[in-house]
């Protein structure tokens, strides 16, 4: 069974930094193109951004094109999405995502999802 489990999340202060981790168990992560989203109270599941199984192509959503960077280490399992100057309206659960076949942004075309983790940034 394949597990994907989020960390790094917490509360800072806007323009501070985190690097969230996502550790995937069961199979290898290499497997899977691989998606972080997020999701604020009362609204919708959002694409923050995507990093293929190769680790050729990334997308990132516009809100974070020049603050946040998806990576992944294949040998250690874990995609990563390090996000800087980080604002308040970034606060929301993040979560990771993966998928075999699918590599876009739309978040019901991924088949495995974490449990999320909280991001909340004061201002």
């Known amino acids: 069974q394949v597990q994907l489990v989020e960390s790094g999340g917490g509360s800072v202060q806007a323009g501070a930094s985190l690097r969230l981790s996502c550790a995937v168990s069961g199979r290898t992560v290499s497997r899977y193109d691989m998606g972080w989203f997020r999701q604020a109270p009362g609204k919708e599941r959002e694409f923050v951004a995507r990093i293929t199984c190769s680790s050729r192509s990334t997308i990132y959503a516009d809100f974070v094109k020049g603050r946040f960077t998806i990576s992944r280490e294949n040998g250690k399992n874990t995609v990563y999405l390090q996000m800087n100057s980080l604002k308040p309206e970034d606060t929301a659960v993040y979560y990771c995502?993966?998928?075999?076949?699918?590599?876009?942004?739309?978040?019901?075309?991924?088949?495995?999802w974490g449990q999320g983790t909280q991001v909340t940034i004061s201002s």
């Open positions: 995502a993966a998928d075999a076949v699918y590599s876009g942004t739309n978040f019901a075309q991924y088949e495995l």
